[in-house]
């Protein structure tokens, strides 16, 4: 790490811990439609296309008003030069016309081919374009693009050359984030010992590089809606990048140094992009590995996420951290993590309902004990939702574009919280107990998943037919399935869940805003939106704002007396643009569940299948009632 001020970046950190996005520049930018008619000197027009992916060329993906394109006509059967380096020039719609005297004409029924190049430089000296990159100011004007495939054409053509312009250089972008108190006004980025001088061969569509290393100062400005910088460069191919540095230098002076991954190769026509974060010495990534049971324990002082989370589920390092390279409004986020490891079901996940030993202050030991075994004590705490009630929740979610498109993966859900001593008799009697009626009939039978066994020897026996209020589907979960992003929610108006009547909204069968309800009447399942998963953002922040209004039930009558609703926006950027989106308006749908205690939040990562490795960010999270 080069270091020439107190303050310094974890280069190792930030060299492993972006993965590369890169990608070839895939969709176009056309203009093939007819000409409004001949210019009145009769000199041939043309029409391009580029091949390229939006906002690639500095410019947008768009041409720009006077944009000019060098042309040369050469004999189709022994390509001599009939006429070299003509001026071409566009309105911004693509389509070429002669600058001045620059204009082409068809000579005398044979046929010619086309070779054009962009950007226009009227010192070319025979076929050689000279490329030099050393400034970076204006990217547009250093953006190589060449197109030979017109050909064949004569006085007897019907239609206009079209050029299809392909990109010969490559674009870096480094979206640039600030680590704790650090100013990134009036910052610089240098790429360092990079090759900035070249020859590309107009004839041959060929590039021979030069010899000449220099610092090159990248081209930086403001990403719209973030507090983020993009520092982008033109760059010539490399075979391999690996290593190559880039100096970061603040206004006050400090420097930090970020070095390419190992693998990083420039190829032509290609756009590659990375995420820097400039650091204060902080690990860029800190596991936490301490866990709290809410339902059974109080949370710890030092189990305590940033004053409002607790962590459950998967304890290795890696599953969760708090994460200094992918920052939320410039503060860490959550990244989770599971790795395949043969297990069918695991969860790693920040759940905002718990209590703490302050909620217990003035409560005895013994009613402790008895939450504890009644796996009931978060009820006593924070976070928690009530029936019935209407709520704000918003958050923020980042998926890395490596993610697996066959992942399945839950990463937040509304859970509920049902009533822990609702028990039904083998005659079908619903009855709430008391907390100490309830562990009384516990010491004549155990209640596993939902279902009574007779206590035998010491041991689970046989089934005796009661059963207690047990955990079912949540209220609402959002995440990835069956190659789609989807949103759904379920209801339960029975009072005492029977896990037994089981019923799901299919992603693959079940349309949206379709309500499915299950064999016994009382569950209903709801996909109330879904999204290929090629379509969702990537690589972006995500943030959903989520208003549901929840149902109402009746309690032992078994009934939902009033539907909810929910309405969801997501918000993200794109190429720089800001995108908001209605993807759910207001959807009258059943939501909730028919227990007394309410709903809790929570993100991270939730598989109930087979464990896939998956990562997920999540940062951001607020709920307020409305």
Not at 376 to 393: D, E, M
Request: proline share 5%; hydrophobic share 35%.
């Amino acid at each position: 790490m080069n270091k020439r001020s107190p303050a310094f970046l974890n280069q190792k950190a930030i060299a492993t811990l972006f993965a590369l996005l890169f990608f070839a520049y895939s969709c176009r930018k056309d203009n093939t439609g007819p000409l409004s008619g001949p210019v009145s000197d009769n000199s041939l027009r043309f029409t391009s296309s580029v091949e390229g992916e939006t906002g690639t060329k500095a410019t947008g993906n768009t041409w720009q008003v006077n944009d000019s394109i060098g042309l040369f006509m050469k004999k189709a059967a022994d390509a001599a030069v009939i006429a070299a380096n003509k001026k071409y020039i566009t309105t911004g719609d693509g389509n070429f016309s002669a600058q001045g005297d620059h204009g082409l004409n068809y000579p005398d029924g044979s046929a010619v081919n086309f070779v054009a190049y962009y950007p226009y430089q009227p010192g070319i000296s025979g076929n050689i374009y000279p490329v030099d990159l050393s400034s970076q100011t204006s990217l547009p004007a250093i953006d190589l693009m060449y197109a030979n495939n017109a050909t064949g054409f004569s006085n007897k053509s019907t239609t206009s050359p079209n050029l299809s312009f392909t990109r010969q250089l490559v674009q870096v972008d480094l979206t640039i984030m600030a680590g704790s108190n650090i100013d990134l006004n009036g910052i610089t980025a240098s790429f360092q010992n990079m090759n900035t001088r070249a020859n590309f061969d107009l004839n041959t569509g060929t590039l021979t590089a030069g010899s000449t290393l220099a610092n090159v100062n990248a081209n930086i400005k403001s990403i719209a809606g973030t507090p983020y910088l993009m520092a982008s460069v033109i760059l010539l191919p490399l075979a391999d990048a690996a290593g190559k540095k880039v100096i970061f230098t603040l206004a006050s002076g400090s420097t930090y140094t970020w070095t390419l991954p190992s693998g990083a190769t420039f190829e032509k026509g290609k756009k590659y992009r990375y995420n820097v974060t400039l650091g204060n010495g902080q690990p860029w990534l800190q596991p936490f590995t301490r866990r709290v049971f809410p339902e059974r324990d109080s949370a710890q002082f030092a189990n305590i996420v940033d004053k409002q989370w607790v962590v459950i589920g998967n304890n290795n390092p890696y599953a969760f951290q708090k994460d200094y390279g992918i920052l939320f409004n410039g503060e860490p986020s959550y990244r989770f993590e599971l790795k395949s490891d043969g297990t069918t079901r695991d969860r790693v996940e920040l759940q905002y309902a718990y209590a703490t030993n302050q909620d217990y202050a003035g409560i005895s030991a013994a009613d402790y004990i008895k939450d504890q075994k009644t796996f009931s004590t978060y009820l006593r705490g924070k976070g928690i939702t009530p029936q019935a009630s209407k709520w704000r929740y918003q958050y923020a979610i980042y998926v890395p574009s490596t993610t697996d498109p066959a992942s399945s993966a839950i990463f937040s859900q509304i859970h509920g919280m049902n009533d822990r001593t609702l028990v039904v008799s083998p005659n079908g009697e619903q009855t709430m107990l008391t907390k100490d009626q309830f562990l009384e009939l516990t010491q004549t039978m155990i209640f596993d998943d939902g279902l009574g066994y007779s206590i035998v020897n010491g041991a689970k026996g046989p089934a005796n037919g009661w059963k207690m209020d047990a955990g079912g589907y949540p209220p609402m979960e959002m995440g990835f399935g069956r190659g789609q992003f989807y949103i759904s929610v379920t209801s339960d108006s029975k009072w005492a869940t029977d896990i037994e009547d089981r019923n799901g909204a299919n992603i693959d069968r079940v349309g949206v805003l379709q309500p499915v309800t299950s064999a016994g009447g009382y569950k209903i399942a709801t996909n109330v939106y879904r999204m290929p998963f090629a379509n969702y953002p990537k690589d972006t922040w995500v943030t959903f704002v989520m208003d549901i209004d929840y149902s109402a039930y009746n309690g032992p009558g078994n009934q939902m007396i009033a539907p909810g609703k929910i309405d969801v926006t997501m918000s993200y950027h794109q190429n720089g643009t800001a995108v908001s989106t209605k993807i759910v308006n207001n959807a009258t749908v059943a939501i909730g569940r028919n227990d007394a205690p309410g709903y809790y939040f929570k993100f991270g990562i939730y598989q109930p299948g087979d464990v896939q490795s998956f990562v997920v960010n999540c940062a951001g999270y607020s709920q307020t009632p409305r």
